[in-house]
C-alpha cells in the first residue's frame, strides 16, 4: 500500500465551527488530491497541490481552503462547517502528472459529520 | 464542466458471469482512462488503465476503449463473490497544465451472487 495517512479518521463537529483534515505521505510524490465521495456523485476534486506551497481549486473548492507547507503534508480546512459538507474525504498523491502514467493512489479517508 | 457517465446500477450477474460496465465522457480531448474498485467502507484501488484504442487484458479484466464514441467499458470475466464492489470510471483532463487532475463518474455498484 502506499504510504499515505489521514487524520482524524472520523470525526463529528457542529455547524460553524472551523474544521481540519491532515493528509500525510511518505512516498515523496509531488501531487496531492483532496476528494469529498457523496452518494451518486463519486469523486469529486476539492482541490489539488502540484508543489509545496502550489495548489489549485477543484470542482467543488466552495467553504474549502488547504495549504501544502511540506511535500508530506496537504492540509484541508472547512472555514466554517456546513451539514451540505457531511462527507467522506479522501486523500491522492501522484507522481507524475503526464496523462499516460498518472495513477493517483488513494488514503483510507475521513468521514465527517457536520451537525 | 466535463463529464463521465456510468452505466446506472446495481448491476447483478451471478458467479461465473461475464459483468460489463460502461463509462461515456463528454471531453473528447481526455487522454488516458482509468477504472478504479472501492470495496464498501474502503478506499479506491486502481485495477486498470488504458489510453490507446482498442483493448487491454489483464487477467479476468479488459478495459476497451474508442476515442471515436468517447466509451470505456470494463468486462471482468468469470465474476466472483469477492467482484462484489462499487467501480469508479476516471477519465484525465486534457492539456499540459491539468496536474494529472481526474474526473470521475458517479460509480457502477456490481453485485455476484453465488
Known amino acids: 500500500d502506499a504510504g499515505i495517512t489521514q487524520s482524524p479518521r472520523h470525526k463529528v463537529t457542529e455547524t460553524g465551527t472551523p474544521v481540519t483534515l491532515r493528509c500525510h505521505q511518505t512516498e515523496n510524490h509531488r501531487y496531492m488530491y483532496w476528494y469529498r465521495q457523496d452518494p451518486g456523485h463519486g469523486l469529486r476534486l476539492i482541490h489539488y497541490s502540484y508543489g509545496v506551497k502550489d495548489t489549485d481549486k477543484g470542482e467543488v473548492s466552495d467553504g474549502y481552503s488547504v495549504s501544502r507547507s511540506k511535500t508530506e503534508d496537504f492540509l484541508l480546512t472547512l472555514e466554517s462547517a456546513t451539514s451540505s459538507q457531511t462527507s467522506v474525504y479522501f486523500c491522492?498523491?501522484?507522481?507524475?502528472?503526464?496523462?499516460?502514467?498518472?495513477?493517483?493512489?488513494f488514503g483510507p479517508g475521513t468521514r465527517l459529520t457536520v451537525l | 464542466q466535463k463529464e463521465v457517465e456510468q452505466n446506472s446500477g446495481p448491476l447483478s450477474v451471478p458467479e461465473g458471469a461475464i459483468a460489463s460496465l460502461n463509462c461515456t465522457y463528454s471531453d473528447r480531448g481526455s487522454q488516458s482512462f482509468f477504472w478504479y474498485r472501492q470495496y464498501s467502507g474502503k478506499s479506491p484501488e486502481l485495477i486498470m488503465f488504458i489510453y490507446s484504442n482498442g483493448d487491454k487484458e489483464d487477467g479476468r479484466f479488459t478495459a476497451q476503449l474508442n476515442k471515436a464514441s468517447q466509451y470505456v467499458s470494463l468486462l471482468i470475466r468469470d465474476s466472483q463473490p469477492s467482484d462484489s464492489a462499487t467501480y469508479l470510471c476516471?477519465?484525465?483532463?486534457?492539456?499540459?497544465?491539468?496536474?494529472?487532475?481526474?474526473?470521475f463518474g458517479q460509480g457502477t455498484i456490481l453485485t455476484v451472487h453465488p
Open positions: 491522492a498523491i501522484s507522481e507524475s502528472r503526464l496523462a499516460r502514467t498518472n495513477e493517483q493512489f
Open positions: 476516471a477519465v484525465t483532463d486534457a492539456g499540459g497544465t491539468s496536474y494529472g487532475k481526474l474526473t
